[in-house]
T-cell receptor, first 112, second 113 residues
């Protein structure tokens, strides 16, 4: 089945640092989504991308839909303690598909 | 507006037993999805309901899993008999329409001993 390769698996950073994570696929995706999961909660949508090349920001978060349609990245600038959690990329692999394919997640830990 | 709710939050059962998980979607959302995350791996799709009909059940692992959504409101996912590899977190999500994004519930953590 479809797979998304997400990296890195984990990150340990100092408060105030910038963060970058990415997802790649061997096949084309028509939608890229970035979710954040905190302990005891379900994934919460951060950013949705629908067009190749699209660059979208949500506060300190910026994500891009790769030109090849096979990758996406998420950047977090000036990290703060509440950014801690697991970040997942997800995508839909063809138009009209509803099921989401997820990456393995990036666990972000921040040292104050 | 209440979000997606799931019950129970945790379930610990022995191999061979039966467990039923429940999901209440956001009111008015016709689309309901089940996903699961096993042992720190990726979240994987199980199935998708549109109202009471199964639209896509391509992710269901085997016939020990039975999902229902009678009346098109809440949904149940039954595992019978449970096996060790069924342990994981089961997420439910709902969306208003096919063009809308999915909202996830907090998940049910299932442990099979």
């Amino acid at each position: 089945g479809q797979q998304l390769n997400q990296s890195p698996q984990s990150m340990f950073i100092q408060e105030g640092e910038d963060v970058s994570m990415n997802c790649t696929s061997s096949s084309i995706f028509n939608t890229w989504l970035w979710y954040k999961q905190e302990p005891g909660e379900g994934p919460v949508l951060l950013i949705a991308l629908y067009k190749a090349g699209e660059l979208t920001s949500n506060g300190r978060l910026t994500a891009q839909f790769g030109i090849t349609r096979k990758d996406s990245f998420l950047n977090i600038s000036a990290s703060i303690p509440s950014d801690v959690g697991i970040y997942f990329c997800a995508g839909r692999d063809h138009q009209g598909a509803q099921k989401l394919v997820f990456g393995q997640g990036t666990r972000l830990t921040i040292n104050p | 507006e209440a979000g997606v709710t799931q019950f129970p939050s945790h379930s610990v059962i022995e191999k061979g037993q039966t467990v039923t998980l429940r999901c209440d979607p956001i009111s008015g959302h016709d689309n309901l999805y089940w996903y699961r995350r096993v042992m720190g791996k990726e979240i994987k799709f199980l199935l998708h309901f549109v109202k009471e009909s199964k639209q896509d059940e391509s992710g269901m692992p085997n016939n020990r899993f039975l999902a229902e959504r009678t009346g098109g409101t809440y949904s149940t996912l039954k595992v019978q008999p449970a096996e060790l590899e069924d342990s994981g977190v089961y997420f439910c999500a709902s969306s208003q329409g096919l063009a809308h994004e999915q909202f996830f519930g907090p998940g049910t953590r299932l442990t099979v001993l």
